[in-house]
């Protein structure tokens, strides 16, 4: 017996035919490049990548890719966000950038939020940038 067909019935995609819901959730697991490449599997995949309700940036993206996924993405509610700046090589960036991701966070109402920087780098926020009363729990690690 052919392996594929025992695996995907009829050529079947069984994991487009999941509700959008459940299909969300699960990209909600993949740090949010992996979330945005998952959009060449199908035709209806293309652009589920922007409603994911979880954002999980690190330092292997490049502050630009933070701002083209930001300015692509739906105002979709998130239920998190976590932002790891501690890459020297975008230090300048994190710095000019980090509180224009904070505040996309608040405006898409976030409820649990974590932004890590470098220990020797001060972040400075301006009054009101975590204002919310949509966020639960903001940590910050150093």
């Known amino acids: 017996m052919d392996d594929k067909k025992a695996a995907v019935p009829d050529g079947e995609d069984r994991l487009s035919a999941l509700p959008e819901d459940v299909i969300l959730l ?8 992996e979330a945005v490449q998952t959009c060449v599997l ?12 979880s954002l999980v940036l690190n330092s292997s993206h490049s502050p630009n890719f933070i701002n083209n996924l930001l300015r692509s993405r739906d105002q979709t509610p ?5 932002i790891n700046a501690e890459d020297w090589r975008y230090l300048g ?20 939020l974590a932004f890590h920087q470098l220990v020797l780098v001060t972040f400075p926020l301006s009054a009101g940038a975590l204002a919310s009363e949509h966020l639960t729990r903001y940590s910050e690690g150093r």
Do not use: M, N
């Open 93 to 112: 960036e994190f710095r000019t950038d980090g509180e224009h991701w904070l505040r996309y966070a608040i405006s898409c109402k976030v409820r649990d």
């Open 42 to 53: 199908s035709p209806r995949w293309r652009t589920l990548w922007k409603s994911v309700p």
């Open 78 to 82: 998130l239920l998190d966000c976590w």
């Open 26 to 33: 699960i990209l909600s697991f993949l740090l949010s490049r």
